[in-house]
């Protein structure tokens, strides 16, 4: 089973941020918090990881609590282009580089 | 950066025959890959473990002798659908992973009529 859950559908308007929460509560220390997003009929991209500290990428920013127990993805301005499928998943820092997918939030931009 | 192929990219065919779906790191080798389904407005599934060398590893409840997986070498690997059926119609997406990330093949749209 997914060891994540996230809301099924969010809204944003073009040129806001989107702020895309994660809840992860059962994540164990050496888990990984990866981020990834699906464009219909497309296979999904990667868009930022972490461990524990806060990340920043030329796509994303990523806010991990300090428990660890969520996460929140930001889009700093949403484009049109954003609008997609994003997927939060936990990953052990070793060994296997399975998956496993939750069901993900339909992020839609609005013009 | 690193890339995922998958052939073909969408195939019909009828009910009862197989199909074999490629997958293949264009700049890179993958001693691992992994095979998933995805239905529609569903997320992905994973199905196997795809090792080089030596036999897939199947996620509980995906039938093994159904879902023939072959890597043949460090670049490549291959799902055969065998005796495919309607409800096996999806979406089937491979990945390789190379260094912190997973790479995604653009996916397979199989349609089994």
């Known amino acids: 089973d997914a060891k994540t859950t996230q809301p099924p559908s969010m809204d944003c308007a073009e040129g806001r941020a989107a702020n895309l929460p994660c809840n992860h509560s059962?994540?164990?220390?050496?888990?990984?918090v990866y981020w990834y997003r699906q464009i219909h009929s497309q296979g999904p991209q990667y868009i930022i990881h972490?461990?524990?500290n806060n990340e920043t990428n030329e796509m994303a920013s990523l806010i991990i609590t300090e428990d660890r127990k969520s996460s929140t993805l930001i889009l700093p301005h949403a484009t049109l282009r954003d609008t997609a499928v994003y997927y939060c998943i936990v990953r052990v820092t070793s060994g296997t580089y399975k998956y496993i997918f939750g069901t993900g939030t339909r992020l839609k931009v609005l013009a | 950066g690193a890339v995922v192929s998958q052939h073909p990219s969408w195939v019909i065919c009828k009910s009862g025959t197989s199909v074999k779906i490629e997958c293949r790191s264009l700049?890179?080798?993958?001693?691992?890959m992994f095979w998933y389904r995805q239905f529609p407005k569903q997320s992905l599934m994973l199905m196997a473990t795809?090792?080089?060398?030596?036999?897939?590893?199947?996620e509980q409840g995906v039938e093994k002798d159904k879902f023939l997986i072959n890597h043949a070498s460090l670049t490549l690997s291959t799902l055969t659908v065998t005796s495919a059926h309607p409800e096996d119609s999806s979406f089937y997406i491979c990945s390789a992973p190379r260094g912190f990330e997973q790479y995604f093949g653009p996916g397979t749209r199989l349609t089994v009529t």
């Open positions: 795809s090792n080089e060398g030596s036999k897939a590893t199947y």
């Open positions: 972490g461990l524990k």
């Open positions: 700049d890179f080798q993958a001693t691992t």
């Open positions: 059962t994540i164990s220390g050496n888990e990984y």
